[in-house]
């Protein structure tokens, strides 16, 4: 392989070589410094003159007399079952002190698109035993549903208790976690690994950390190492994988950073105007294939900035995943965990995950009339600020305690609390709409309603 | 593609999606095949030397120098028998096929046929030897699925006589018909996709687009042959609207685009579909249905192409005389797909990184939509829906700005009523449609005479509503006349009962014309009688709290709902009695 030392111009993470031979657009690069040190980029621009190579480490002591060799192919990810256990870094490469990886296999990371027509239809329910979760957004497998939360909220611990409590309920097929932390603090890596080591996951777990010193451009691939390795675990050895990724605004902020670098012309608020392509490329890895075992569900988590659901990092992940979870900081304020704010979250897939059969057959009016009743109870909150309780129709205060139920009993519980779905979930959700005049319950069927409430149950 | 092989290039440049190439005899939207894989890309571009490409395949590992070709052609579709029940990418490759082709993911350099050239289909002429046809005339026909495909003399044939035309099993390429100057027909014609395709009027239309949801077909109608937008925020139901259009919509043949959207909301689709049946036939709606599904992590040309791809087989079904409903969800993934392209062209920008034509191709393709005099002299639709995902739900940003402009039907969906979950979460109040004066006569002729003037006397209730809640939240409910008490209960039953619907319940998801008319009546019926309630003394919390209208809900969700809500109409009627006795 030819080393070259033409390098012509280094700026941020980019490096521009000239003059070679005809060098293929997205091959991976091994750079040699002079003190015999290496480092991995990827072609970003391929032409006759000049290729640009974006450097996934830092591109200090890169100089003019750095050398360049082109490996002619794709970057590519070693597998094998013997990763389930390990740390690896956010380059792929172990930190546990452990040894190299024998791969059994070598996959290109960028990930082909499942063809719409392979897929299978996701439709097994996830009982995470999370209320606010699994009765009124309902996670399914081989579903991305990201946690929108921000800076100071404990969306850490949602998505531990989502990877420690997740199961099919009366399924006892092979699962495994794989966990992508992108710009964590030590700290928050060493929460996570904690976790996994008290409750014994780590065996089942691949852990990838880009932690918020290393370069942030090695961010690029971490997601899409985690998510190569999840569907080798998926798709070939048929296991059903819960992928964490964390934190996805790091993730961007990377990106941003190299559109700058190339000095790209931006779009909003400075994000390349191929984010939503990019982001894409991420999130649709997930999903189940028609005829194959396996599953790769997402969980990614991202921290809004300012708290704005509009931000573009926020707005583009919710119109390509299939929902999202909105942890808020004014039930956290309140002392309530999990702070889920089920008003803005959705789960678009939850109603193939329910129903007879699957939960109950009253899972998906219970939904509705919680959300609605909910919903009412809290725009009265601000009616109440100003016209004082009092001023309240009959009718309307029963709505007013209802909301106040609803965060106290049904959103809140422990750290810990697994809640079954029916005799947890639902039933709850029922104990609290019998706090409601019964010709309110508009959502639901006589028929059902006399099946559940707990005035008929009662009887 | 077939064609003629013009003089080879050589790839200069690669960054993404868009590539150079030089040495290369071509011209505008031709397109080339690249690099010793033959991945088949687009001319969007000549400066001098250099020709730019789009590639509709994933360009990883191509290199500089390696050969690049010229077909000669535009981007076209194939057109013919075979087109019904099939799901495309964005360049119209079936893909079922692909599957059986590269297994489970989309892999690159596969090239594959539109319509099966092998599968034979039984031509059944209905012109004879002798006859004189025009471009568009009708000379057989196909039965491809229970739909009957028109076998058409192609727009661009001069016509003339027919010398022969046998029926017969044929292939989509084999001649069925020669004309007296020798031209050879096939039941198969080619169209370029960014060209549309001739008619000969365009007509204003007068006949709505009967969708079986209450609060599009009753308060803010499409016509067949119009355009309606549905922007909204995300997770507000654009997609569950869309799908609802396509599954229930009164149209002949329907064309969903999926364009850069969720690879697991194709799949249902996908799975959905054939298991539904059409209303009126109780055949499986996939029959009609023709799908293209480009999802957000498939190539960004491809997802550019498709909206051309689909709106030109709109345009064909429609040429056979059909009502033909258009679904694009989204057109902003469209318009993000131009602004990537625009970028990586380096053109100076327009509005937020859009490039400065966005306006002009939103036109452009809108424009393609209409009820028409096709060329042979039927009549024939084509409705165009395009949802729109506009960035943090602002409809000032300029795909929804540039869309309004153009559209006739504005259906504006609204988080806060999704997240109260009041579905379809259409706002009453934003949203409108332009039609409403030209299918009065429609609505007075096939429903009632009444429901124009109930459409009216609706919507001025859920406007003074929305005057009356801001009264409300300053001052408490109580503080309100006992008239204005009674509205705001009126309103609350047309939002429950009327607008909301489930499209998740077997009954609910499809409610006739017939049906709403009843339950609006039925509604109006409770107004009439509490108003003159409280005028004769009957105090409004008692108006309010009859039990016979609590049942009202039920009629939704229930199929034969005539007994039922005479029960209802009953039960309220006496209740109203005897309050007024007792006041």
New interface residues.
Partial sequence: MKEYRTISKIAGPLIFVQKTEPIGYGELVNITLSDGSTKRGQVLDTSDELVVVQVFESTAGLGRDSGVRFTGEAIKMPVGKEMLGRILSGGGKPIDGGPEIVPEKRIDITGAAINPFARGMPADFIQTGISTIDGTNTLVRGQKLPIFSAAGLPHNNVALQIARQAKVPGSVEEFAVVFAGMGITKEEANAFMQDFERTGALERAVVFLNLADDPAVERIITPRLALTTAEYLAFELGMHVLVILTDMTNYCEALRQIGAAREEVPGRRGYPGYMYTDLASIYERAGMIKGRKGSVTQIPILTMPGDDITHPIPDLTGYITEGQIVVSRELHRKGIYPPINVLPSLSRLMNLGIGSGKTREDHKKVSDQLYAAYAEGNDLRGLVAIVGKDALSERDRTFLEFADLFEGRFVRQGIDEDRAIGEGTLDLGWDLLATLPIEQLSRIDRELIEKYHPKFRAK | MEGQQKTGGML?????PVV?AVGLDAHMYDVVKVGTEELMGEVIKVDGEAIIIQVYE?????????PVSNTGLSLAVDLGPGLLTS?YDGIQRP??V??EKM?????RGVSAPGIPRDKKWEFKPLAKAGDEVVPGSIIGEVQETNIVHRIMVPPNVKGGKLKSIEGGSYTVEETIATLEDGTELRMMQRWPVRVPRPVREKKNPTIPLITGQRILDGLFPIAKGGTAAIPG???SGK?VTQQQLAKWSDAEIVVYI?C?E???????V??EFPELQDPKSGKPLMERTILI?N????P?AAREASVYTGITIAEYFRDMGYDVSLMADSTS?WA?AM??IS?RL?EM?GE??YPAYLAARLAEFYERSGLVTTLNGDSGSVSVIGAV?P????FSEPVTQNTLRIVKVFWALD?KL?????FPSINWLNSYSLYLDSLADWYDREVSPEWNILRSWAMEVLQKEAELQEI????????LPEAEQITIEVARLIR?VFLQQNA?DPVDTFCSMTKQYDMMKAIRGYADLAYAAQVAGVPPTQIITI?AK?DL??IK?TKDYEPMLDGIMKAMEAEFTQLRSSA
């Fill in positions: 200069k440049r690669i960054a993404g150079t994933d360009t990883t590992g191509l290199r500089p120098g390696e799901i893909l079922e692909l599957v297994g489970s993911f989309i892999e925020p995300f997770g997609t999926g850069g969720r690879g697991n909301e194709m799949t249902e996908l799975t599904a999802t957000s992590n498939m960004v993934r993000e602004r990537e970028s380096e920008p937020e990184g995902s960035p943090g739900g602002d988080a999704s997240q109260r979950r009041h409300v939240q300053l001052v408490g409910s109580d503080a429950e998740y039990k609590n809900p039920q969700f």
